[in-house]
């Protein structure tokens, strides 16, 4: 097993598997339909949706234009009052965006604007899993290098400011070679595109920046 130190220097490689491939976007079926409100059970789904939520399945992976920046902080190098108590006192972090790009959002506004509902529903529920299975994704690939972390955090949850969002983008544009065109509403911490996620894990082991 490695120690601190080696998965330290782990970090300094360019191939940390930061870069996206189509894979990572892609929603266990079953996971998709549960979250549009059908069952788990494909068997169970009526053929006549089963068919539309494939359709939307093959429409979204090719609208969507994903993202995955990650930047990499010692544990002094964040204020206290961007953290929540869970992570507060680590070694280093890794604060993350992900994101689908603002193809999916037009598309789903375009279906509900067009009398097509249920398209739309079915197009806001791919996107929703398929931006947290890209998240899963690269967390997994960031703990076979560092190791033990804390649960990944997102502003928002158990009390934590939402509106932190703001900071912790400017965290990883500080960081990172590209945030793309996504932006976070000051006075509300609303992310856009609809389809992103910012957030952050702790380490015990300290941190040596990542190349994205």
Known sequence: MKGDDERVSDLDRSDLGMSVTRDDIMPRMRA?????????LLSAVPA???DIAREIYVEALDAAVPLASVAEYGGDEIARELLPDSLAGCSSYSVM????GRGIDVKIDR???DGEPLRALLMDSWASESVEALACR???????VR???TMRFAPGYSGFDIRKNSEWLSLIAARTSSTADV???RDTGIITPRKSIICMIGWKNKARRVAT
């Not at 965006?97 to 689908?100: A, T």
Request: net charge negative; glycine share 10%; charged share 25%.
């Open 32 to 40: 998709y339909l549960t979250r549009a409100g059908y069952s788990s």
């Open 138 to 144: 690269v967390d997994e690939r960031l703990r076979n």
């Open 111 to 113: 279906y509900f604007a």
């Open 48 to 50: 006549d949706i089963l």
């Open 97 to 100: 965006l992900f994101s689908l």
């Open 147 to 149: 190791g033990d972390g």
């Open 183 to 185: 932006e976070v509403l």
